[in-house]
């Protein structure tokens, strides 16, 4: 009986496995069908959020910043889930593998319809299906389907720096009694000047990013 109950598991689990590119843009799973194979897995799941293709002024700063947050979790018992992709936060992934740490992603269907480049440092993506990129849905305070899945996924949600996605899904994750630390770092400065010269927008200033807005205090945990 117990070795039938652990091959259900077992193919449960095996289930989830990494979605082809090949599939269509839409194509995609649901947030309860994601969480279902971070309960089976029976592991603490560290998400890191941040920048994405804004990057990070000091990028090694930021891995710094990672590693001393990986530093107190045993890879044996833990997740370490980003966004997939391999920019900004992404570079994380690497630093994860390193330490000896499971890997995962979890991101719109978006990403496939705009060829996002995914990290090859994740050992299983989860494409939600997503018309949107993340955070609140418009002027609501309810998340579109991958915030929510990266949400309801997470123990632990580490913002280092971070836009209006990373903003909002620390405030929900805030909201439901998850553990939120946010560490305030600046995106890439240049990637922003460029950015505003290509859209004919007038030069920024400041760098600190949307999430500085709420959680901008020198280290603030929840």
């Known amino acids: 009986m117990l070795q039938r109950s652990l ?43 941040g920048y994405s293709d ?4 000091d990028a090694e700063r930021m891995l710094d910043e990672a590693r001393s947050v990986l530093s107190v979790h045993s890879p044996k018992k833990t997740i370490v889930n980003i966004g997939a992709t391999s920019s ?8 994860a593998k390193q330490l000896g740490f499971e ?3 979890i991101v719109s269907t978006e990403a496939r319809k705009y060829k996002a480049e995914i ?10 299906t997503d018309d ?6 418009e002027n609501t305070q309810v998340l579109t389907p ?26 929900a994750a805030k909201r439901e009694g998850k553990t939120v630390k946010y560490i305030p770092a600046d995106m890439n400065h240049k990637a922003a000047m460029d950015k505003a010269r290509k859209k004919g927008l007038p030069l920024p200033t400041d760098f600190k990013g949307a999430a500085f807005e709420v959680f901008g205090t020198p280290i603030r945990s929840e």
């Open 132 to 137: 949107a990129w993340g955070g609140f849905k």
């Open 103 to 105: 890997t995962t992603g």
């Open 7 to 49: 091959i259900g598991i077992l193919a449960v689990l095996c289930s989830y496995s990494a979605q082809s590119p090949a599939d269509g843009p839409e194509s995609g799973t649901s947030p309860t069908e994601v969480k279902r194979f971070f309960d089976l897995r029976g592991k603490i799941v560290i998400s890191f959020v």
């Open 54 to 57: 804004a990057g990070y002024e």
């Open 146 to 171: 991958t915030s929510q899945a990266m949400v309801q996924c997470s123990d632990i949600i580490i913002g280092i720096g971070g836009g209006p996605v990373a903003r909002d899904e620390m405030i």
């Open 88 to 95: 900004g936060i992404g570079a994380v992934y690497r630093l």
């Open 119 to 128: 990290s090859p440092h994740v050992d299983r993506v989860f494409y939600v």
